[in-house]
């Protein structure tokens, strides 16, 4: 048996962190049965419970386990007891370098030096890189590199993220986001959710709307409070439900966000015709099958944004991080974007507006872009499969 270490953010919070595994898993198992895989988690229950049918080893990183989260021993034998490092999603960043509550970056780079030496190849999966605003930061992710015989990213600003910081790499690969292969759950569970959330009731039918709880990390601090935030946003949701006859399903990927999302709910006039579903509940299966349900979504939280196109829903991205508006442009959306000091009722109304009076026609060409984009995900095993077998 080998064994690959898989480092990501895998605690259950996150429905996007938890499809990039789950697909992870799930696309390797198309092509092998020989390999164990190591997860470094918070929640060693919740990758047994969820992943439990693949081969994998959950290893501990609270305290008692002598790790301050992302430092300590746990990650140092993840990295150093293994045959191959995956780092997935956008874990490396240097935003907060010092607090290993936060920053995965700084121990990473630490212990690569350790695989460096041991002859561990790590290879960036599917996965983005940044922001890295910092010297210490830029120096960090050259050590990360220099253990890389491959860097396979989800996206074109990566690469060019590495090329303009001037560092050193074998290999790049431009490939896609795991979460995009999410099988869906049958269309009984599907129903019965349906039918316990009271959702789709509507003649007309249901948009989507999705935000998150990082206010001051995305607008201009000053230029846009929390509780004009909500008011945007549930003047916009008054809108749909008026111009259109609607419903509005919140869709809640990140259990931090549900605080947020109640408070824009609470501002919404049409408050019968709006409904909250979120991971706390469901997985992410299943909130990918209420999407593809939904005509229209706009969302902060890329992940949503990843999950409607994979069942072939239009999708608008409020701006929140580049990696939204990239991925877009990679599916031939970028048109349909706005940027938060563009964002008002009445803008971003109109904008889903006008995505939903031509959602068929965008479904329709957004489609065979996405199946390439999916077939990208799944080619990156046999990429790192065929590192693997050198070893």
């Not at 049965?33 to 693949?54: A, C, E, M, V, W």
């Not at 230029?223 to 003047?235: M, P, Q, T, V």
């Not at 549900?258 to 469901?282: A, L």
């Not at 940027?339 to 971003?348: A, G, H, Q, V």
């Amino acid at each position: 048996m080998k064994t690959i270490t898989v480092l990501g953010n895998n605690s259950g919070r996150n429905v996007g962190d938890n499809a990039i595994l789950g697909n992870l898993l799930d696309d390797f198992a198309l092509e092998r049965s020989d390999i164990l895989f190591q997860i470094p988690t918070l929640n060693t229950r919740f990758i047994k419970t969820h992943f439990g049918h693949h081969p994998v080893r959950p290893m501990g990183m609270m305290p008692w386990n002598f790790a301050l989260k992302n430092f300590g021993w746990p990650l140092y034998r993840a990295m150093t007891k293994t045959q191959m490092v995956l780092v997935t999603d956008n874990i490396l960043f240097d935003r907060k370098f010092n607090n290993p509550l936060v920053n995965n970056l700084k121990s990473i780079a630490f212990f690569s030096s350790f695989c460096k030496k041991k002859g561990i190849p790590i290879v960036l999966y599917n996965s983005s890189i940044g922001p890295i605003d910092h010297e210490v930061g830029k120096a960090a992710l050259q050590q990360v590199l220099d253990c890389c015989p491959l860097v396979i990213t989800r996206d074109m600003q990566t690469r060019e993220l590495i090329e303009n910081l001037q560092l050193r790499y074998s290999k790049i690969v431009v490939h896609a986001d795991c979460a995009l292969n999410t099988q869906l759950p049958s269309e009984l569970r599907l129903q019965e959710i349906i039918r316990k959330e009271d959702l789709f009731k509507g003649p007309n039918g249901t948009v989507g709307l999705n935000v998150n709880a990082y206010i001051d990390d995305w607008s201009q601090t000053g230029s846009l409070s929390r509780e004009d935030f909500c008011k945007i946003i549930a003047g916009a949701a008054d809108k749909l439900i008026d111009d259109l006859d609607v419903d509005v399903l919140f869709t809640v990927t990140q259990i931090m966000d549900m605080k947020i999302t109640r408070e824009c709910v609470q501002h919404i006039r049409r408050r019968d015709r709006v409904r909250v579903v979120g991971n706390k509940d469901y997985t992410y299966q299943e909130l990918t099958g209420l999407l593809s349900k939904v005509g229209v979504h706009a969302g902060l939280r890329t992940h949503t944004l990843i999950f409607c196109s994979a069942v072939g829903t239009p999708m608008i991205s409020i701006n929140a991080y580049p990696k939204s508006s990239g991925f877009l442009k990679t599916i031939g959306m970028g048109d349909w974007t706005i940027d938060f000091d563009s964002l008002s009722p009445e803008n971003l109304a109109g904008i889903m507006k006008r995505a939903w009076n031509a959602r068929d026609e965008l479904s329709a060409a957004m489609k065979p872009v996405v199946e390439k984009e999916k077939k990208k995900s799944r080619d990156s095993v046999r990429l790192v499969t065929g590192i693997l077998d050198t070893l």
